[in-house]
């Protein structure tokens, strides 16, 4: 049997839930019992399969404090783990909406006039997840739903740092016979995550650029598709037009929410001259107003730092930065209180670019602020990175804005405004540069990339003859 692996809860330190890996084995079986199943629930048609989605959604519901409580338990934080819960359950119906329209055959006519074509989808069979600890349960799922939907079965892999929202969704899960045999959830660390790349058809990871890197290098070998959603390091640029008041609330927001543990956080920002003197102090001013939600979830804003590891990442950034000549106008810490790890909102200026604050990514509620010279330098900066995930825009006009987001090596620009792709789905986007590969995670694309294009070309005329025959 596999050791066991204890999980901390981030606000107290203590190691009090235990999850134990699957041996290999079992998770090939399990893996195999669900590829058995497939088959089933895709002749189900989408309708079926939305009805079973529908069914679990309801029984998820009847188990929505235990899901809470055990989020809470997972992340340390109240309101997020509440959103998270609403953002899962609403995708559930927004997916259920979209499907049958977009899973439609289709027939038309080719330009070769005897010919005519049918235009079909086929799901991959067996999709793996393996899901991060920032926001366990809707990352377990954004890529689930969808694949479900698409008529595949479905294997995830949670992080084993926050593993506790899974019991409550499989209690849910148990009510819906039809949806049970085609998802499952494995628990363990990187070797169970390994197991499950070797036996599915498709994988979706989300996580570090290290990690995505294997899975990546692991589905090659096998020749299955990939679809990576990694690290992020993503800029906020603020034109001398912007409104200082709605650019200093965004960028707060989209740099602490979720006390900054997030792939979409801003990490970096670079602010007109003109204006920088009048912007961080604006920022300093709201960001000194948040508070710990310590010693109980509701006490404030900022949760706790989930990962033990990344607590220590975003130390060494701000000793790193300050060694190096920053200066740190609040926060500035990771505090320990009541056994977890903790860091208000800090505003640093005087950083540059041989700063890790400023290259690597931070995961925590810190604002760097860089002021530039001209637009030009701007975009240079915001661009001067490994990452390429999404941005960040303000100025006195869409058109001002958009002519330098269209500059800007990234897949998501939120314009007068902070880490919309968190909230609005429609948009289809693909990571640039290590910030990830494969298709979009959001739009119709999200959809479709669990399944292969299939053409049956279909001759309409009575000729015995072949098309190229040539009776002369």
């Known amino acids: ?205 989300t996580g570090s650029v290290a990690t995505g890197r294997r899975v990546g290098e692991a589905a090659a070998k096998r020749f299955i598709p990939a679809f990576l959603e990694l690290g992020g390091k993503d800029p906020a640029i603020v034109l001398e037009s912007a409104n200082l008041e709605l650019a200093t609330s965004a960028i707060l927001w989209g740099s602490v929410v979720n006390t900054g543990q997030s792939c979409l956080s801003i990490e970096r920002i670079y602010v007109a001259e003109s204006i920088f003197e009048n912007f961080y102090h604006q920022l300093i001013a709201k960001a000194s107003r948040l508070q710990l939600a310590h010693p109980t979830v509701e006490s404030g804003e900022i949760g706790p730092i989930i990962s033990e590891r990344q607590a220590a990442i975003i130390s060494d950034h701000l000793l790193d930065a300050v060694e190096n000549g920053a200066v740190i106008h609040c926060g500035g810490k990771v505090e320990a209180l009541g056994g977890g790890w903790w860091c208000r ?64 090596d990234a897949g998501a620009i939120s314009i007068n405004d902070a880490a919309l792709t968190a909230l609005m789905h429609e948009g289809e986007k693909n990571a640039f540069k290590f910030s990830g590969l494969g298709g979009s995670r959001m739009g119709p694309a999200a959809l479709k990339r669990f399944m292969r294009s299939k053409a049956c070309l279909i001759k309409t005329n009575s000729s015995s003859d072949p098309w190229w025959f040539d009776k002369k």
């Not at 235990?66 to 934080?77: F, H, Q, S």
């Open 1 to 205: 049997m596999n050791k066991p692996i204890e999980v901390r809860n981030p606000r107290t330190g203590k190691f009090d839930y235990v999850i134990i890996p699957p041996p290999p084995k079992l998770v090939a079986q399990q893996c195999s019992r669900a590829r058995r199943a497939q088959p089933r629930w895709y002749q189900l048609g989408v309708e079926g399969r939305i009805e079973a989605l529908q069914e679990w959604k309801q029984a998820i519901l009847a188990e929505r404090d235990r899901l809470t409580e055990a989020l809470i338990n997972d992340t340390g934080r109240l309101s997020i783990s509440v959103l998270e819960i609403d953002s899962f359950l609403s995708s559930i119906d927004r997916w259920c909406g979209l499907a049958p329209d977009l899973l439609q055959e289709s027939a038309k006519n080719t330009a070769i006039p005897f010919i005519a074509l049918k235009q079909t989808l086929v799901p991959y069979s067996l999709v793996g997840v393996i899901s991060p600890w920032n926001f366990p349960l809707l990352l377990s799922t954004i890529d689930a739903i969808p694949a479900l939907l698409a008529g595949c079965a479905v294997i995830v892999k949670p992080s084993e740092i926050a593993p506790r929202f899974v019991a409550p969704l499989i209690l849910a899960l148990n009510t819906v016979p039809q949806l049970r045999d085609v998802l499952a959830f494995v628990e363990g660390a990187g070797e169970t995550g390994a197991t499950l790349v070797e036996n599915v058809d498709l994988v979706c990871f």
């Open 345 to 408: 909102p800090t505003v640093i200026t005087q950083v540059n670019h041989s700063m890790k604050v400023m290259t690597e990514e931070t995961f925590g509620p810190i604002m760097p602020v860089m002021p530039f010279p001209t637009v030009e330098e701007a975009v240079y900066l915001a661009n001067d990175s490994i990452y390429g995930l999404s941005a960040a825009v303000f100025a006195g006009s869409e058109a001002e804005a958009l002519a330098v987001a269209y500059q800007l």
